[in-house]
């Protein structure tokens, strides 16, 4: 351990890599202007700026790597900037829009979320590497504040205006953070890289799922924030009904 923090006090000597921070830091200000507006009751202007963070803090790693500029200040400060742009700014964003009618419940639905998030971040920057660099243990906190904010974007698009009272809004919440400290495992898209030759048709593809999501954006990405959040607990589903299965015809087998 005191040899990995001299290490890192060195590295901190040297500097810090600027451009991969640089997104970070973007992602960062998204998420706290977002904050500012749903105080201020500007769930639109929220909503867009938590999908322009999530933008951002997937270029920031993308960036990183690319540019083999990774270090240990960039993975704590990226944390950092996603609790702030991940796990408080959906959480007050959800509080203003539906669940402060809720009061005492309303607030402690919107903790739990930031709480969770935190504890996700957390195992995540402490994970074994054992585990699978094509898998996420847990919804990632992106993913759920997408959830939030593309939810809030359909709404609007389908003519909602001002805050909504629904019954099921802190249940949501609550599978959302209890989706995020789970085991299940989600496609992390770790293993895809842009920069190598792919098929033709893999370009194809890109440009059509590009102009569905141009045409409707707004369902588009709500349908897609959705599916992922589900995708995990739908492939764990799958995994044990089909081990339930097999494990039936081997006793049958053995019958």
Known sequence: MKLHAKKDRENMKKGIYLLPNLFTTGSLFCGFYAIIS????????????????C?????DGKIARF???????GVEYDSLSDLVSFGVAPAILSFKWTLEPYGRYGWLAAFLFVACGALRLARFNVQSSGTSNK??????????????ATTILLYMYTGGTGTLYHPLAPGVLL?????????IHYYSFKDLNFF?????MTLVLIVLLFVIIVLEP??????????????????????????????????EEYQ
């Open 38 to 53: 749903a105080v201020g009751d500007n769930f639109h202007r929220a909503a867009v700026l938590i999908i322009i963070a």
């Open 55 to 59: 933008i951002l803090d997937g270029l």
């Open 67 to 73: 540019t083999n500029t990774t270090s240990s200040f």
């Open 135 to 148: 898998l996420f243990r847990g919804l990632p906190i992106p993913a759920a504040a997408l959830v939030i």
């Open 175 to 183: 599978l959302l953070s209890l989706l995020m400290v789970s085991n």
């Open 196 to 200: 190598s030759q792919k098929p033709f």
């Open 218 to 251: 707004q369902i588009m990405l709500f349908a897609v924030a959705l599916g992922y959040s589900l995708s995990g607990p739908s492939w764990a589903l799958w995994k044990a009904v089909n081990k339930k299965i097999h494990r039936g015809q081997e006793d």
